[in-house]
C-alpha cells in the first residue's frame, strides 16, 4: 500500500504578539522529503510512531513536509500558504494513493482562519476525494472543529498531558489506517463540544477531571465495538469559536453506540467541570516556601511563562524574586533572550556583565530585570531529549549562557523552548539535583522528567500568556456562554 505522510504543527496562542512565520518554523522544525524519515525513525513522537507501524504492516510511505514551530502568535499567511501548497502538490504528485497520514496539532491559527487543521483537511480531501483514508493525530491541546472531524477519516488524540503518548497514537494511526485501506474497518464517528475551556494547569492526565475521563474512555474502549475515543481538553489561550474541550468517539459502523458513548463522557465532562478549575501560588509567596523546604531540590513552575503555550518564555518576575531575597542556590530554567545570551558569550567564561535580562518581548510577562552578574558557563545550547517526552530527538537551544549573580543563576538561551527535560540545564553544566531552588517555564510536560527528581514541586502565578487565570484575558470570540468564563 502506498501511503503519503506529512507533519504541520503549531499550537497559536493568539494573545501572542510573536508572529508564527517560516523563520520560526526554520528554527524549530523544517524538513522536506525523504530526510523526515531518516530524523524521526525511531523517536518517541507521531512521525515515529507512524513509521515504526508503516514498516510493522508494509505500508510504502511517501513523505511531503514536516514543519513545526514553538506555540506562539498566528501562523502567518504566507507560511501556511506555501505549506499547504507543498502538501497538495505533493499529494498530486504521488499518484494513486490507498492512504494519508498527517500528523497535525489541532490549535493552529492562521492569520485569516482560525481552524487551520479544518482548512487545511479540507483542501486534501479536495484533492485525494472522498474515499481515500485520512489519518490524523492530534494534540490533547486539539480545539477540534467541524470540519477536521468531516474532513478526517479518523482522529487520534494524545491521552496524556505531558503527552508522552505520542509514538504510541501515530502507531496506532498507522495501524488503522492500514485496517481501513483493506476494507477491514468502517469507523462511524460521534463529535461532542460542551461548553467548556478548560485552563491549562487543570489539565493534566495524572489526576483529576482528565484522569477521571480518561478513566471511563478506557473502559469504554475494552468493548471491541469501539475503535477509539479521545479527549480533547483543547487549548484555552485561541480566542476561537472552537476553543475548549471535545469529545470524539469511533465506533466500528455503530453510529447509535458512539453518539451514547460522547454523550456519557459528555454529561460526566460537565458534572466535574469546576474540578478543572486552577490556583497557583503568588510569586513571594512560593519561593519563600521553596526556602523553608527541607528537601531538594523544590521545582518552581512559571506555567504562565510556557512558551510551548505560547507565552514569551523571558518572564522575569520569579527571578527578581530570587535576587531580591538572595536566595542561596537556585537555577531559573530556561529564560528565552538571544541579546543577553550574545552578550555573554562575546564575554566570555568568567567575565562580568551588566545586562538587562527578559521581559522584552511584551507587557505581559514582567519588565526586565537589571542584572550584574558572572558569565559561568556557555554552550552551544545542542541537546538529546532524555526524558518520557519526546526522547531520542535532539533539541537546539542556540547560543546558551549561565549569568550567576550569588546563588542565582539564569540560563539564557536564544530559541524559544520550553524547560521540558533537565538535558536542557546539564548541558550547561548545573545539576538540577544540586539545586534548592530550580524554575522551570513550562506549564505541565515539565512533570514528565521533573517529578522524579523534585523533592516538591510548587506552581507559581506569575505573569503570562499561558496563566491559567483566564480572568486576565479579555475573549471576544469564543462561543459564549462558556464554563468558567460564564457563571454556568
Ligand atoms: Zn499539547
Given at each position: 500500500m502506498r501511503v503519503f505522510i506529512a507533519m504541520l504543527s503549531h499550537e497559536t496562542n493568539t494573545f501572542s504578539t510573536i508572529a508564527t512565520d517560516r523563520r520560526q518554523f526554520e528554527t524549530r522544525e523544517l524538513r522536506y522529503g525523504g530526510e523526515i524519515l531518516e530524523a524521526y525513525r525511531?523517536?518517541?513522537?507521531?512521525?515515529?510512531?507512524?513509521?515504526?507501524?508503516?514498516?510493522?504492516?508494509?505500508?510504502?510511505?511517501?513523505?511531503?513536509?514536516?514543519?513545526?514551530?514553538?506555540?506562539?502568535?498566528?501562523?502567518?499567511?504566507?507560511?501556511?500558504?506555501?505549506?499547504?501548497?507543498?502538501?497538495?502538490?505533493?499529494?498530486?504528485?504521488?499518484?494513486?494513493?490507498?492512504?494519508?497520514?498527517?500528523?497535525?496539532?489541532?490549535?493552529?491559527?492562521?492569520?485569516?482562519?482560525?481552524?487551520?487543521?479544518?482548512?487545511?483537511?479540507?483542501?486534501?480531501?479536495?484533492?485525494?476525494?472522498?474515499?481515500?483514508?485520512?489519518?490524523?493525530?492530534?494534540?490533547?491541546?486539539?480545539?477540534?472543529?467541524?470540519?477536521?472531524?468531516?474532513?478526517?477519516?479518523?482522529?487520534?488524540?494524545?491521552?496524556?498531558?505531558?503527552?508522552?503518548?505520542?509514538?504510541?497514537?501515530?502507531?496506532?494511526a498507522a495501524h488503522r489506517l492500514a485496517d481501513i485501506a483493506a476494507g477491514t474497518l468502517r469507523p462511524t464517528i460521534a463529535f461532542r463540544q460542551p461548553r467548556l475551556l478548560p485552563p491549562i494547569a487543570g489539565q493534566l492526565t495524572s489526576r483529576g477531571p482528565m484522569r477521571r475521563l480518561y478513566d471511563l474512555a478506557d473502559e469504554m474502549e475494552r468493548d471491541p465495538r469501539v475503535i477509539t475515543v479521545s479527549i480533547f481538553a483543547g487549548f484555552p489561550l485561541a480566542d476561537i469559536h472552537d476553543a475548549g474541550l471535545s469529545i470524539y468517539v469511533a465506533t466500528k459502523d455503530d453510529p447509535a453506540l458512539a453518539a451514547a458513548l460522547a454523550d456519557r463522557l459528555e454529561a460526566v465532562a460537565w458534572e466535574h467541570r469546576h474540578e478543572f478549575l486552577h490556583h497557583a501560588v503568588p510569586v513571594a509567596e512560593a519561593v519563600a516556601q521553596a526556602l523553608r523546604a527541607g528537601k531538594r531540590p523544590v521545582v518552581l513552575a512559571d506555567i504562565a511563562d510556557n512558551t510551548g503555550g505560547g507565552a514569551a518564555g523571558d518572564g522575569t518576575e520569579i527571578l527578581r524574586?530570587?535576587?531580591?531575597?538572595?536566595?542561596?542556590?537556585?537555577?531559573?530554567?530556561?529564560?528565552?533572550?538571544?541579546?543577553?545570551?550574545?552578550?555573554?558569550?562575546?564575554?566570555?567564561?568568567?567575565?562580568?556583565?551588566?545586562?538587562?535580562?527578559?521581559?522584552?518581548?511584551?507587557?505581559?510577562?514582567?519588565?526586565?530585570?537589571?542584572?550584574?552578574?558572572?558569565v559561568a558557563a556557555l554552550s552551544d545550547g545542542n541537546?538529546?531529549?532524555?526524558?518520557?517526552?519526546?526522547?531520542?530527538?535532539?533539541?537546539?537551544?542556540?547560543?546558551?549562557?549561565?549569568?550567576?549573580?550569588?546563588?542565582?543563576?539564569?540560563?539564557?538561551?536564544?530559541?524559544?523552548?520550553?524547560?521540558?527535560?533537565?538535558?536542557?540545564?546539564?548541558?550547561?553544566?548545573?545539576?538540577?539535583?544540586?539545586?534548592?531552588?530550580?524554575?522551570?517555564?513550562?506549564?505541565?510536560?515539565?512533570?514528565?522528567?521533573?517529578?522524579a527528581l523534585a523533592a516538591s514541586i510548587i506552581e507559581v502565578d506569575a505573569p503570562g500568556l499561558s496563566s491559567s487565570n483566564l480572568d486576565r484575558f479579555t475573549f471576544t470570540r469564543v462561543r459564549r456562554p462558556i464554563f468558567p468564563l460564564d457563571p454556568i
Open positions: 525511531g523517536t518517541g513522537t507521531c512521525l515515529g510512531g507512524m513509521i515504526d507501524g508503516a514498516s510493522a504492516r508494509g505500508l510504502a510511505l511517501l513523505p511531503s513536509l514536516a514543519a513545526g514551530a514553538s506555540p506562539a502568535g498566528r501562523v502567518t499567511r504566507s507560511f501556511y500558504e506555501d505549506a499547504k501548497t507543498r502538501i497538495c502538490a505533493d499529494l498530486r504528485a504521488a499518484g494513486t494513493l490507498d492512504g494519508v497520514l498527517l500528523d497535525l496539532h489541532g490549535a493552529m491559527v492562521v492569520e485569516g482562519a482560525d481552524d487551520g487543521e479544518g482548512d487545511l483537511l479540507r483542501a486534501v480531501r479536495e484533492v485525494v476525494g472522498a474515499t481515500v483514508p485520512v489519518g490524523v493525530t492530534l494534540d490533547f491541546h486539539a480545539n477540534v472543529t467541524e470540519d477536521m472531524v468531516r474532513h478526517a477519516t479518523l482522529l487520534h488524540g494524545y491521552k496524556t498531558y505531558p503527552h508522552v503518548d505520542m509514538a504510541e497514537r501515530g502507531l496506532e524574586e530570587l535576587l531580591r531575597v538572595n536566595a542561596p542556590s537556585a537555577t531559573v530554567a530556561c529564560l528565552w533572550d538571544p541579546e543577553a545570551a550574545a552578550a555573554c558569550t562575546k564575554a566570555g567564561v568568567g567575565a562580568t556583565v551588566s545586562l538587562d535580562v527578559g521581559g522584552k518581548i511584551d507587557g505581559n510577562h514582567g519588565a526586565p530585570v537589571a542584572i550584574t552578574g558572572r541537546f538529546i531529549h532524555k526524558g518520557p517526552m519526546m526522547r531520542g530527538l535532539p533539541g537546539r537551544l542556540g547560543p546558551t549562557a549561565v549569568l550567576a549573580s550569588g546563588g542565582v543563576k539564569v540560563i539564557l538561551i536564544s530559541h524559544r523552548w520550553q524547560t521540558l527535560d533537565p538535558e536542557m540545564i546539564r548541558i550547561t553544566g548545573i545539576e538540577p539535583l544540586d539545586e534548592q531552588i530550580v524554575v522551570v517555564k513550562s506549564s505541565i510536560h515539565y512533570r514528565a522528567a521533573f517529578e
